[in-house]
């Protein structure tokens, strides 16, 4: 796995124009108050946990024909402006039909490990840099039922999300996030042999968040910049699909516990499999609980 070099540059350009930006919010007027922590389904936010207080979350995501995913994780700040994050994510789409029929028994399970800090502040204006790496527990397997065969993978995947928010005077959270995931260009068959594997991705996230007393509606989209992230229903061969979600959340003005509902084309939250996106826009239903202490 390495960084191809025309894609790091796009990458690069990217970064350099959100962070030029920032002072010039800034001057102009544009930055009120501080920004939160709350994310959305498929993008990360740039404030990290509190310090003292740690948190946890499980998700399920669920698609026609009972294919799955699952998907936890524990939050803990480590110091000012930054935390770590542990994940654990599994994928199975051995249901009675695959999703949209372009794949099939596929299985993943993934451990995942993120620290964030927090590179810019001035009020409503944030900036975060997140480097990850999350790695399998056992091989990879996507079955491609049209050939048939099954790719195998075990390699690290490597990601760098860099979240950007605005927070507007009425309180809407706005979203930029240019993310990097580097997955394996070249998994094996069991034959030996290699096919195209998605390699390494660059999307460009944006996200929005708005509160409405004890609720909050929320909803992302990632274009993809370079890479695939999705199989082709017809060909059966990677290709790129921008990945979206929608939907609400909830939480008690006393209670440390949060519940999130929503729709999404995303196979997981976590930094890999959230740019993964379901063939044909395959519509998933997501369950989100998560709680503070």
């Known amino acids: 796995m390495y960084w191809r070099s025309g894609r790091l540059h796009c990458l690069v350009v990217v970064v350099i124009a959100l962070f030029s930006l920032a002072p010039a919010w800034a001057q102009y007027g544009m930055v009120m108050d501080g920004p939160t922590a709350l994310g959305t389904p498929n993008?990360?936010?740039?404030?990290?946990?509190?310090?003292?207080?740690?948190?946890?979350?499980?998700?399920?995501?669920?698609?026609?024909?009972?294919?799955?995913?699952?998907?936890?994780?524990?939050?803990?700040?480590?110091?000012?402006?930054?935390?770590?994050?542990?994940?654990?994510?599994?994928?199975?789409?051995?249901?009675?039909?695959?999703?949209?029929?372009?794949?099939?028994?596929?299985?993943?399970?993934?451990?995942?490990?993120?620290?964030?800090?927090?590179?810019?502040?001035?009020?409503?204006?944030?900036?975060?840099?997140?480097?990850?790496?999350?790695?399998?527990?056992?091989?990879?397997?996507?079955?491609?039922?049209?050939?048939?065969?099954?790719?195998?993978?075990?390699?690290?995947?490597?990601?760098?999300?860099?979240?950007?928010?605005h927070v507007m005077d009425d309180g809407t959270i706005l979203r930029v996030v240019p993310r990097y995931v580097g997955f394996d260009d070249r998994p094996e068959l069991a034959d030996g042999s290699t096919i195209d594997g998605f390699g390494d991705v660059i999307g460009l996230g944006f996200g929005v968040r708005r509160d409405i007393d004890e609720f909050s509606v929320m909803g992302d989209v990632t274009v993809i910049l370079d890479g695939d992230n999705s199989i082709d229903e017809n060909t059966n061969e990677p290709t790129d699909e921008f990945v979206w979600s929608a939907g609400a959340s909830w939480r008690g003005v006393e209670s440390p516990v949060r519940v999130d509902l929503f729709v999404t084309n995303a196979a997981g939250p976590t930094g890999a499999s959230s740019i993964i996106a379901t063939p044909d826009q395959s519509v998933g239903i997501g369950l989100r609980v998560s709680g503070e202490f």
């Open 43 to 165: 993008l990360p936010g740039v404030e990290p946990q509190a310090e003292g207080s740690t948190s946890v979350w499980g998700e399920a995501r669920v698609w026609e024909g009972d294919n799955w995913t699952f998907a936890a994780g524990v939050r803990a700040n480590v110091g000012e402006d930054s935390d770590v994050e542990l994940t654990i994510f599994n994928l199975d789409t051995s249901g009675d039909d695959a999703i949209n029929g372009a794949v099939r028994d596929s299985e993943a399970t993934l451990i995942g490990l993120n620290y964030r800090w927090v590179a810019f502040r001035d009020e409503n204006l944030s900036v975060a840099v997140i480097p990850g790496v999350e790695f399998p527990l056992d091989d990879m397997e996507g079955t491609n039922n049209a050939i048939p065969a099954t790719a195998i993978s075990d390699d690290l995947i490597p990601i760098i999300s860099l979240p950007v928010e």
